[in-house]
């Protein structure tokens, strides 16, 4: 399934309130890999944006003023996301915000009815109950470099999130291996055992002068320990 990571700003909080949204940023990813097929628009909205909301994200109604408007964008970015996996940071927001501006250009669709939606502070907070899970937070939590987003944007954002997603949705979280020598599958990750066979792997023999170092590496160990395990284990080795 195509995944879209998705991040919107707006003018202000509240869609029932008449706010807008401005930006819109899309990120696509397949099979876990980012396309570059990405999508990203501003919006002039039918409102000023809230000074409140032009601190967090830094858009002005002087640069959306000549930018085209939702109904202009819509069936385009409805044909971009349609059949897609929504990956949103509380999603309720941004689904909520998109759903009200199909609404009030007719559009009877909703974003629900065309798209899997997920919620990655819904994953987060499952994940890790009773701490804090906001997008910055899970970027120090998953050593995810951040310091370029001085203002909120949606596709810088977008972008983060899908390294967030990543790191939330992948790795090895358990080994239980059983008898049949098969692995555990939890939260969607499945430990799979590599056929060797098919790989050709290229084996790298140590050079004289490798050997020898490694040699002088052992004999000082032997001098500062009760000898080099690597030697005790040549001279005394375990079959299985």
């Known amino acids: 399934m195509r995944q879209i990571i998705l991040d919107t700003e707006t003018t202000g909080i509240d869609p029932e309130a008449g706010h807008n949204i401005i930006e819109i940023g899309c990120v696509e990813m397949v099979k876990r890999k980012l396309t570059g097929n990405n999508y990203h628009?501003?919006?002039k909205p039918d409102r000023e944006v809230e000074a409140e909301a032009i601190e967090v994200h830094g858009i002005t109604n002087e640069y959306l003023a000549d930018k085209p408007k939702f109904a202009v964008l819509a069936d385009e970015f409805l044909e971009y996301?349609?059949?897609?996996?929504l990956i949103i940071h509380n999603a309720a927001f941004?689904?909520?915000f998109m759903n009200a501006e199909l609404a009030r250009n007719g559009i009877a669709e909703r974003i629900e009815d065309i798209c899997q939606v997920t919620?990655?502070?819904a994953l987060a907070?499952?994940?890790?109950?009773?701490?804090?899970?906001?997008?910055d937070a899970l970027c120090r939590r998953y050593g995810i470099d951040n310091s370029h987003r001085e203002l909120h944007g949606?596709?810088?954002d977008s972008e983060i999130l899908a390294d967030v997603y990543l790191s939330l949705t992948g790795g090895q979280t358990?080994?239980?291996?059983?008898?049949?020598g098969g692995g555990s599958e939890e939260e969607g990750e499945v430990i799979r055992r590599i056929d060797t066979a098919q790989l050709s792997l290229k084996v790298m023999r140590p050079s004289e002068d490798e050997l020898a170092a490694h040699e002088a590496f052992?004999?000082?160990?032997?001098?500062?320990?009760?000898?080099?395990?690597?030697?005790r284990a040549d001279a005394d080795p375990v079959t299985h």
């Not at 358990?174 to 049949?180: E, V």
């Not at 052992?218 to 030697?231: F, I």
């Open 81 to 85: 996301i349609r059949g897609a996996e």
């Open 41 to 43: 628009r501003y919006i």
């Open 94 to 96: 941004d689904v909520g």
């Open 174 to 180: 358990s080994l239980q291996l059983g008898q049949n």
């Open 218 to 231: 052992l004999d000082l160990l032997d001098k500062k320990s009760d000898g080099a395990v690597w030697r």
């Open 125 to 135: 907070r499952k994940k890790y109950p009773g701490q804090r899970n906001s997008l």
């Open 119 to 121: 919620d990655t502070l």
């Open 154 to 156: 949606a596709l810088l």
